[in-house]
């Protein structure tokens, strides 16, 4: 069974960057896509981006100019950088296992999610 | 604006059947995934590849596929089917995916 656990500060400041790591436990962040996706009450829920940890992976257009996604495979983590916070970006992140299927992903497992406030 | 369509909300009575309908030019290429919600919860994988249960999915969760729509069906709704539901598929342009608005069930 995988289990993710995400962390990160609670609170950050606007024009300040957010820095999010999931842990991954009962499987190994070399295989499958791993993806974090947000929801806040204004948009639902949205994929930020997924990414393989040959470095491979796709972002959403709506964050791709200040997005970064990582992984660390030394600690079977997933990270995520999101620089330029405003308000809007006040969400629940959720890191998830992204699994393809055809030319689409799905996500079969998730994080119990990490609520980040940006405010001053 | 989202590339899938969900009605907003939908009330049914315990053991009455419960279908939620996803719409989007994508699903007519693209499979089509569902996900229960429940406060506070993160999302719960119910339906994927279209019509395939999720493991520890009970039987009375079925999904369907007819051209640019998707239903999840939920027969015999039981109290603790109250949740939202999404459906996801990809975006218009195949590259990234994209959810539905959801749809809050409220089993009466």
């Known amino acids: 069974q995988v289990h993710l656990q995400e962390s990160g500060p609670g609170l950050v400041k606007p024009s300040e960057t957010l820095s999010l790591t999931c842990s991954v436990s009962?499987?190994?962040?070399?295989?499958?896509?791993w993806s974090w996706i947000r929801q806040s009450p204004g948009k639902g829920l949205e994929c930020i981006g997924y990414?393989?940890?040959?470095?491979?992976?796709n972002y959403n257009p709506s964050f791709a100019s200040r997005v970064t996604l990582s992984i660390d495979t030394s600690k079977n983590q997933i990270s995520l950088q999101l620089t330029s916070l405003i308000p809007a970006d006040t969400a629940v992140y959720y890191c998830?296992?992204?699994?393809?299927?055809?030319?689409?992903?799905?996500?079969?497992?998730w994080g119990q999610g990490s609520l980040v406030t940006v405010s001053s | 604006s989202n590339d899938l369509t969900q009605p907003p909300s939908l009330s049914v009575s315990p053991g009455q059947t419960a279908r939620i309908a996803c719409s989007g030019d994508?699903?007519?290429?693209?499979?089509a995934y569902w996900y229960q919600q429940k406060p506070g919860q993160a999302p719960l994988l119910v339906i994927f590849k279209d019509t395939e249960r999720a493991s520890g999915i009970p039987g009375r969760f079925s999904g369907s596929s007819s051209g640019t729509i998707v239903t999840l069906t939920i027969s015999g709704v039981q109290a603790e089917d109250e949740a939202d539901y999404y459906c996801q598929s990809g975006d218009i342009t195949d590259t990234y995916p994209v959810f539905g608005g959801g749809t809050k069930l409220t089993v009466l």
């Open positions: 998830a296992r992204a699994r393809r299927s055809g030319s689409g992903y799905y996500f079969d497992y």
């Open positions: 990414m393989f940890f040959t470095g491979r992976s």
């Open positions: 994508i699903l007519s290429r693209q499979s």
């Open positions: 009962g499987g190994s962040v070399t295989s499958n896509y």
